[in-house]
């Protein structure tokens, strides 16, 4: 198994703040096939940046569906959408006076 990655760089990577970018633009939700093709990345590897954004508290999933016509959702959280208004509109450092 890889490495853990700690929760406070799960953002680290540019495609996990691009999936989070594409749910805040989509209306906080979209289907798997929609986001990985947006995205332009397989749908595994969509997966796999799903399930840290999971476990960093930034995203949920539905499944909807039954057998082979399951469809997955994504649903940002209030969490995610906090950390890529911060990602996006950082903080301005405070200039030091001379």
């Known amino acids: 198994m890889g490495r853990q990655i700690p929760p406070d760089e799960v953002l680290a990577h540019p ?17 798997s ?10 749908r595994q590897s ?6 840290l954004l999971i476990r960093g508290g930034h995203l949920w999933v539905s499944l909807d569906g039954r057998g082979s016509r399951r469809t997955l959702t994504l649903h ?4 995610g959408r906090n950390a890529i208004a911060r ?3 950082p903080t301005p450092m ?4 001379p």
């Not at 495609?15 to 289907?31: D, E, F, K, Y």
């Not at 405070?94 to 006076?97: A, D, K, N, Q, R």
């Open 46 to 51: 969509l997966v796999k940046h799903a399930a």
């Open 94 to 97: 405070m200039e030091l006076s």
């Open 33 to 42: 096939v929609v986001t990985s093709a947006q995205l332009g990345i397989h």
């Open 76 to 79: 940002i959280t209030r969490r």
């Open 15 to 31: 495609m996990r703040r691009a999936v989070l970018a594409h749910l805040i633009q989509a209306g906080g939700n979209s289907t």
């Open 87 to 89: 990602a996006i509109n």
